[in-house]
């Protein structure tokens, strides 16, 4: 099992950029693909991206694409979401996620393990 705890998230206005990053704890970290998914209030969790577990692939949501990228470093058991050119619509509580080590990568995933998320607030 592997712990994971987001961080990075705040107020911005729109335009701005922020990073997230998610720390984890446990030996399975390398073994499995990492997600970010987002709840705005009312509104069901929205997959947001994905990386492999060896970071070489990814997967964007199209509402994201060409503004955010996800990454990981295995050495560090971290993984990013750099979020640029945020809109107000990209305010939402921010979910790190990961898989077991077979998986499918995307929003189809299996993800079982979550962190407890991340506040991102983006004003107009």
């Known amino acids: 099992q592997v712990q994971l705890v987001e961080s990075g998230g705040g107020l911005v206005q729109a335009g701005d950029s922020l990073r997230l990053s998610c720390a984890a704890s446990?030996?399975?970290?390398?073994?499995?693909?990492l997600g970010w998914f987002r709840q705005a209030p009312g509104k069901e969790r929205e997959f947001v991206a994905a990386?492999?577990?060896?970071?070489?692939?990814?997967v964007v949501a199209d509402s994201v694409k060409g503004r955010f990228t996800i990454s990981r470093d295995n050495a560090k058991k971290m993984a990013y979401l750099q979020m640029n050119g945020l809109k107000p619509e990209d305010t939402a509580v921010y979910y790190c996620?990961?898989?077991?080590?077979?998986?499918?990568?995307?929003?189809?995933?299996?993800?079982?393990?979550w962190g407890q998320g991340t506040q991102v607030t983006v004003s107009s």
């Open positions: 990386v492999s577990w060896t970071g070489g692939n990814t």
């Open positions: 996620a990961k898989t077991g080590s077979s998986y499918t990568l995307g929003s189809n995933g299996v993800y079982d393990s």
């Open positions: 446990g030996r399975t970290f390398s073994s499995g693909a």
